[in-house]
Structure formats: structure tokens, C-alpha cells
């Protein structure tokens, strides 16, 4: 994957571009025998040296333009985006927009042409004023607990999952009633912790960011504990490992899936 990166995840010419991310698209084909059991999550994270997992609140102060390119890549392989409202406030998550080039590769890809749907997590409701909702080709999906389910906004579509807060295996499987079950996870952390305490994380894509942030700058799995020590193998081309710009991108999967 080294050189399909390069040294800043770009290419000289938009035709060397997509033969790139048609390449990474083969090297992070989802598990079609896995598939047919049921939904798959994949979380895309990235941590600093030190094991921050932000700069000033933003994850994507950590990123650079290789980690850039492989996090499209991993967003347009799947089905639907789950992802927590604090991540979707704190990041400045904007609505789907309907970018050709986007839609022809996912075609490419054996996929739909429209990009895939935003599910977000929230177990007290989320701002219909948000982008995601007002500016968006791909409506978005709330999942929240039926205590919380009037604070949707209105015409959201809603999954209920869970009585106070929100059950995340739950969720998971009614994304996967639904057809969708490339579930493609981003956090926030916390959300990542519920899904690997409960078993529920299938592989993890880790970005190893060549930077130390200090403390107070959180931690993977956002405290959660975890009721027994959960094992991870190395998956994919190099045994896992890549590097590209200074930064190590590291794949593993759940031993047993």
C-alpha cells in the first residue's frame, strides 16, 4: 500500500488518481463470506505517537493527505457511516454532496452510485439545523433510544435501538435488515469502545500520526471498559502494515471473524 499512497497520497494526473484508489479498493474489499452472516463493522481511526486521539478537539488535525485519501476510500467502499453526533458537531461533519467522480468510482465498484448515508448516533437528539440534514444528496439516519425519539428532527429517518441509550448491537443489526451491513464506523471514541466491549468490531483501520499531543487529549475507546481482553490479527496486504508520509497505517481484525 506504500506506493499506492506515495509520499502525500496523491497522484500527478486524476487518471493515475483513480487507478490508485481502484487499487486500495481491491486491497480493502470487504469480507463477502462475512457479509452473508450478517452486517460487518469497520472502524477508520487515527491516533498520535503518544496515543492522543486529537488535535484541539479534532481527529483531523492528526491526519495528512495519505490518511486522507485511504479515509475516502474506506467511506465509499461501504453501505452506511456511523458515527456519534459529539463527532459529528466537534468535526464539522457537512451534508453528502453529489460529486461525480465519487459516484462513478462506487459504481466501479460494484456499488450504488449514490454515496452511502450518514447513521448518527445520539442518545439526546441531534440539531436539525446541522448540514448533514439541510445540505445533504443522501439523507442522513438517526439512531437513538426510544426515550430520545421525539427529539429527532422532524422527517428524520429513525432507527430506534435500545430504551435509554442507544443498544450499538442493536443498531447494527437494523442497518443490516435494511441491506446495509458494510457499516463503516469513525468514532467517535466512545462509540468505538461500546462496539469492541460488546464484540461488535470486526476490523479496526488504525492511522499511526508521526506526532505527540500531550495529555488531555483522550483515548481510543473514550474510557469504556472492556469485560474481557479482546485479540486482534494482522489483515491485508504486508502483513497489516503500511507506510506512507510519515504515518503507519496498521489493519487488524477481530481473531475469530
Known amino acids: 500500500m506504500t506506493d499506492l499512497l506515495g509520499a502525500d497520497g496523491r497522484a500527478a494526473d486524476p487518471a493515475a488518481q483513480s487507478d490508485i484508489d481502484d487499487r486500495l479498493a481491491m486491497l480493502y474489499a470487504w469480507p463477502d463470506d462475512q457479509l452473508a452472516d450478517g ?28 490518511d486522507g485519501r485511504l479515509f475516502q476510500v474506506l467511506r465509499d467502499l461501504a453501505d452506511v457511516i456511523l458515527v456519534g453526533s459529539g463527532t459529528v458537531r466537534a468535526e464539522g461533519y457537512g451534508g453528502v454532496e453529489a460529486d461525480p467522480e465519487r459516484m462513478a468510482r462506487r459504481v ?31 439523507p442522513p439516519i438517526v439512531i437513538t433510544p426510544k426515550a430520545a425519539a421525539g427529539q429527532a428532527p422532524d422527517g428524520a429517518d429513525v432507527i430506534i435501538a435500545g430504551e435509554d441509550e442507544v443498544d450499538l448491537p442493536a443498531a447494527v443489526a437494523a442497518l443490516g435488515r435494511r441491506g446495509l451491513r458494510r457499516v463503516h464506523c469513525e468514532g467517535g ?23 505527540m499531543v500531550g495529555p ?23 502483513g497489516g502494515v503500511a507506510v506512507a508520509d510519515g504515518a503507519v497505517f496498521l489493519r487488524y481484525r477481530r481473531r475469530g471473524r
Open 39 to 66: 452486517p460487518v463493522v469497520r472502524a477508520n481511526m487515527v491516533v498520535s505517537l503518544d496515543g492522543g486521539i486529537g488535535v484541539d478537539g479534532r481527529s483531523g488535525g492528526l491526519g495528512n493527505d495519505a
Open 216 to 238: 488531555g487529549n483522550g483515548s481510543l475507546l473514550g474510557g469504556v471498559e472492556l469485560p474481557q481482553q479482546a485479540d486482534w490479527v494482522p489483515t491485508g496486504p504486508e
Open 189 to 211: 471514541p466512545r462509540i468505538l469502545g461500546e462496539l469492541v466491549a460488546a464484540g461488535r468490531l470486526d476490523e479496526l483501520c488504525l492511522t499511526l500520526a508521526p506526532t
Open 108 to 138: 466501479r465498484w460494484g456499488l450504488p452510485g449514490t454515496p452511502p448515508p450518514i447513521a448518527v448516533v445520539t442518545n439526546r437528539g441531534v440539531a436539525a439545523d446541522l448540514p448533514l440534514f439541510t445540505d445533504t444528496v443522501t
